[in-house]
């Protein structure tokens, strides 16, 4: 009997953390949450292999290859005779070339 109210009382104080921390927010939607930058995708690498490029820009890894073949200014970087991209700098190319679409 105990342990349950125990797991009523962690609910209850959890439903209240969050309402509040709704409700604080409520005029600023564009406000950061605390607890949504704990499950950000910042841990992602920065730097993106080129056989993982295809993944990154949704395309086959033909298509990667040979867009990659034909703009040789692509931002990209040599580190140990190996080719990395730049997320932030591949996905600000790959925006301009769209046409900012």
Do not use: C
């Not at 209850?12 to 605390?34: M, R, S």
């Amino acid at each position: 009997m105990l342990v349950e109210f125990i797991w009523l009382g962690l609910a209850i104080a959890a439903a209240g953390y969050f309402i509040g921390d709704g409700l604080k927010n409520f005029n600023n939607p564009n406000a950061k949450d605390h607890l949504s930058d704990f499950f950000d995708d910042d841990d992602e690498p920065e730097l993106i292999k080129e056989s993982d490029v295809h993944h990154f820009m949704g395309i086959s890894k033909e298509d990667a290859k040979n867009l990659l073949l034909e703009y040789p200014d692509i931002p990209h970087v040599f580190i140990n005779n190996n080719v990395y991209y730049p997320k932030l700098k591949l996905r600000k190319w790959l925006t301009e070339q769209l046409g900012g679409r």
